[in-house]
């Protein structure tokens, strides 16, 4: 896992999701996707946007502290330091009966999943998902695809990103249970430079999961699962598959504060964020296929 990814929540009016879009190959079992409220956060507990408003609670169990305490896993066993304290209920034991396989075969739907941005883009040209029948060399395309577009430009600030991702049910403390499931996926990344750049693009590319938690510090609602380096997705090398397994996670890694319950998941999807700022000599037009997307047991 690393240090610098964070994952924000996305308004449904801000980046102008339409729940009554065209639906796609997926069959699922369990609620439907949709957006919280909320905008993101950056790096090191540094807002790069709006965060959720107040705290809300799982009705499938992994509740969390409000925003700014500290909290105590009830089962971790561990207490963070500093801050007024709280104590997360125990996640459930009960393993997830939820149930994906999504393609994205239908013309301009990428349902259940959508894209959540934040960020400071340096020609103002923002992410973007899209589903496609063309995909570039190595890829097969033919029966569809989405992708997610990030134009890391010049000028875009640190900790811009964006993310592929599915919310669990229409209201922001709307959950699902995974607990002990199996996210898994084909993917594959392009990376064009732009014009004169001689280093590679700094980017982090993440599988994650979120929770409903109001987060103190910008990564204590989610855990991150890193994909590898864009050059070992290279797109020329055909599809690469992801699977994780997915457990309760202490989160942020490096030194838990609380729990991210599997049983309580509001969140899914992968995230592209650049880890330090872009200018001419590392900018570049990233690209994340993505062929098929399920979560079983």
């Known amino acids: 896992m690393k240090r610098v990814i964070l994952i924000g929540v996305a308004a449904t009016v801000a980046f102008g999701y339409a729940a009554t879009g ?9 609620t439907g996707g949709s957006n919280s409220s909320g905008g993101s956060v950056g790096s090191g507990g540094s807002s790069k946007g709006g965060t959720t408003g107040s705290t809300t609670t799982s009705s499938t169990g992994g509740s969390s502290s409000s925003g700014g305490s500290t909290a105590t896993s009830a089962t971790g066993g561990s207490t ?3 801050g007024s304290s709280g104590t997360s209920a125990a996640c459930s034991t009960d393993n997830g009966t939820y149930d994906e396989h999504t393609t ?10 959508m894209l959540n941005k934040w960020g400071t883009w340096g020609d103002s040209t923002v992410p973007a998902v899209t589903q496609t029948t063309t995909g570039p060399s190595g890829l097969d395309c033919s029966s569809g695809c989405a992708a997610l577009t990030i134009n890391f430009s010049d000028g ?14 229409s209201s922001t403390d709307a959950v ?7 996210i898994a996926a084909k993917i594959a990344v392009t990376v064009a430079q732009a ?9 982090s590319i993440n599988l994650f999961g979120q929770d409903t938690s109001t ?14 380096a864009a050059a070992s997705l290279d797109a020329s090398a055909g599809w690469h598959a992801i699977t994780y397994k997915v457990v309760d996670a202490n989160v942020p890694s490096w030194s838990p504060t609380r729990i991210v319950c599997a049983s309580g998941l509001h969140a ?3 995230t592209i964020q650049n880890n330090s700022a872009i200018d001419a000599t590392n900018a570049a037009v990233v690209t994340l296929y993505i062929q098929n997307f399920t979560v079983s047991q």
């Open 22 to 30: 065209c639906g796609n190959s997926s069959t699922s079992s369990g």
């Open 80 to 82: 963070s330091a500093g």
């Open 104 to 113: 994205f075969a239908t013309e301009g739907s990428t349902d259940p999943y």
């Open 156 to 169: 875009t600030a640190q900790y811009s990103a964006g993310s592929f991702v599915q919310y669990f049910g």
């Open 176 to 182: 699902s249970n995974l607990l002990n499931e199996t």
């Open 195 to 203: 014009s004169g750049a001689t280093s590679a693009v700094p980017i």
């Open 215 to 228: 987060s103190s510090n910008g990564v204590d609602n989610v855990w991150v699962n890193d994909l590898g």
């Open 268 to 270: 899914i999807g992968i």
